[in-house]
C-alpha cells in the first residue's frame, strides 16, 4: 500500500552537485524512512527520523522532516555516481500497524560523472 | 548486523509449477517478516506480513492460497507460489524485523521470478 508521493520521480545531475529529494505522505507518522536500491536489488536503510525530529544527519545525508506539512527531505551533498539509484520513503504509523511501512513512489537518482 | 538473505536470486520456471522462495535473517531473530512484490519502475507493493508462529496476514488482493507465507521460525519465512503462471513474474522482496532492529526493516537480495 502506498501514501506516499515522492518528487521528483526521476532526477539527473553532474557528480559533485547536490540532490534533493521529497516526500510526503497523509496521515500521522510514528516515524519516515528512507531507502536505497540499486537496480535489481533490495533496499538498504539509510535513515530514519522520528516525528519529533526536525532534521538528522548521517555522513552526507540530511533528511528533514516536517509534520505541519507532513513532508520530508532527502539531501545527498557531493553526489557521486555510486549514489545512482532509486530512493523510497516510507512511513510507519506506529499503534496496531504491525511496523508495517507505507511506501512511496519513488525517486529515481541518476548521477553523470 | 542486520543481514537478510534471499534464496534464490533467480528463478524460471514452467507455468503451472510451484516456486519456493526463502527469506532468513542471519544475524538476528525476525519477529516479523514482510513479502513485497516489485514491478518494473515501480514501489513495492506489500503481499502479506508474517509474525513468527502465527498465520500471515494478506493484503487485501493478494491470493492467500496462490502465495502461501510460512514463517515457522524465528530466522525463516519462505513464500510459495503455487501454480504459477506467466503473470506471477515478478521481482520478490523479503524484509525482516527484530530483535534491536525494531523499527528499520533489513531487506533481502530480492527474487526475479520468470513463469514461462
Known amino acids: 500500500s502506498q501514501q506516499g508521493e515522492e518528487d521528483p520521480q526521476a532526477l539527473s545531475?553532474?557528480?559533485?552537485?547536490?540532490?534533493?529529494?521529497?516526500?510526503?505522505?497523509?496521515?500521522s507518522i510514528n516515524n519516515l524512512q528512507w531507502y536505497r536500491q540499486n537496480s535489481g536489488r533490495g533496499l538498504v536503510h539509510l535513515i530514519l527520523i522520528r516525528s519529533n525530529e526536525r532534521e538528522k544527519h548521517s555522513g552526507r545525508l540530511r533528511v528533514t522532516l516536517d509534520t505541519s506539512k507532513k513532508s520530508s527531505s532527502l539531501l545527498i551533498t557531493a553526489s557521486r555516481a555510486a549514489d545512482t539509484a532509486s530512493y523510497f520513503c516510507a512511513t510507519d504509523a506506529g499503534g496496531d500497524s504491525n511496523y508495517q511501512l507505507i511506501w512511496g513512489a519513488g525517486t529515481k537518482l541518476i548521477i553523470k560523472p | 548486523?542486520?543481514?537478510?538473505?534471499?534464496?534464490?536470486?533467480?528463478?524460471?520456471?514452467?507455468?503451472?509449477?510451484?516456486?519456493?522462495?526463502?527469506?532468513?535473517?542471519?544475524?538476528?531473530?525476525?519477529?516479523?517478516?514482510?513479502?513485497?512484490?516489485?514491478?518494473?519502475?515501480?514501489?513495492?507493493?506489500?503481499?502479506?506480513?508474517?509474525?513468527?508462529?502465527?498465520?500471515?496476514?494478506?493484503?487485501?488482493?493478494?491470493?492467500?492460497?496462490?502465495?502461501?507465507?510460512?514463517?515457522?521460525?524465528?530466522?525463516?519465512?519462505?513464500?510459495?507460489?503455487?501454480?504459477?503462471?506467466?503473470?506471477?513474474?515478478?521481482?520478490?522482496?523479503?524484509?525482516?524485523?527484530?530483535?534491536e532492529y525494531q523499527e528499520t526493516q533489513y531487506f533481502g537480495p530480492g527474487t526475479r521470478l520468470l513463469v514461462l
Open chain 1, 13 to 27: 545531475i553532474q557528480e559533485g552537485e547536490n540532490a534533493t529529494m521529497n516526500c510526503s505522505y497523509k496521515t
Open chain 2, 1 to 99: 548486523g542486520a543481514v537478510v538473505s534471499q534464496h534464490p536470486s533467480r528463478v524460471i520456471c514452467k507455468s503451472g509449477t510451484s516456486v519456493k522462495i526463502e527469506c532468513r535473517s542471519l544475524d538476528f531473530q525476525a519477529t516479523t517478516m514482510f513479502w513485497y512484490r516489485q514491478f518494473p519502475k515501480q514501489s513495492l507493493m506489500l503481499m502479506a506480513t508474517s509474525n513468527e508462529g502465527s498465520k500471515a496476514t494478506y493484503e487485501q488482493g493478494v491470493e492467500k492460497d496462490k502465495f502461501l507465507i510460512n514463517h515457522a521460525s524465528l530466522t525463516l519465512s519462505t513464500l510459495t507460489v503455487t501454480s504459477a503462471h506467466p503473470e506471477d513474474s515478478s521481482f520478490y522482496i523479503c524484509s525482516a524485523r527484530g530483535g
